[in-house]
């Protein structure tokens, strides 16, 4: 990939709350697509946070929005000890597989730490393989709503 990923915290831009809302209901049509139960916008809302969790954090290649990665409170229904999570990550499709959620998901990394979390947890279907590239450790498998998700953390 050539070009450079940024990253900054969505509270820094306001201006992209629409298109990753766009983002976030052509992604997960189901939840927060028409007659979802999700609300695309309130999330995000709440992901512009300065401070504390949650905080959601944009990646830009070449000053061009292409991403998104949230650290957030709420537990895996699975794993309800278990505290911060990174969810919410998308990266445009035609920029997948090009360094982008590596980036957001390292990203995620220092505000966890500043709040003064030692590990940091994910849930997730298709990601698998980012995961385990960026340094995150299988905790287990489950099942959640007919989907094979795997549990992840990683120390911090």
């Known amino acids: 990939m050539s070009g450079r990923i940024t990253i900054e915290p969505l509270a820094q831009r306001p201006d992209l709350l629409a298109t990753i809302e766009a983002w976030f209901e052509s992604e997960w049509p189901g939840y927060y697509g028409p007659g979802g139960p999700g609300d695309a916008r309130h999330d995000l809302q709440s992901y512009s946070r300065h401070h504390g969790l949650p905080l959601g954090l944009v990646a830009a290649l070449d000053g061009h929005p292409c991403g998104f990665a949230a650290l957030k409170r709420e537990a895996f229904p699975s794993h309800p000890q278990c505290t ?6 998308y990266v445009q499709p035609a920029l997948r597989r090009q360094g982008i959620g590596r980036a957001l998901l ?3 990394e220092a505000p ?9 947890y994910c849930a997730t279907a298709t990601s ?3 995961l385990l590239r ?3 450790g299988l905790i287990e498998r489950v099942l959640h709503e007919g989907q094979d998700i795997g549990v992840y953390d990683k120390a911090l």
């Open 84 to 89: 911060p999570w990174a969810g919410a990550a």
């Open 106 to 108: 390292l990203a995620l």
């Open 112 to 120: 966890a730490r500043a709040l003064g979390h030692e590990r940091l």
């Open 128 to 130: 698998d393989s980012l």
């Open 134 to 136: 960026c340094g995150w």
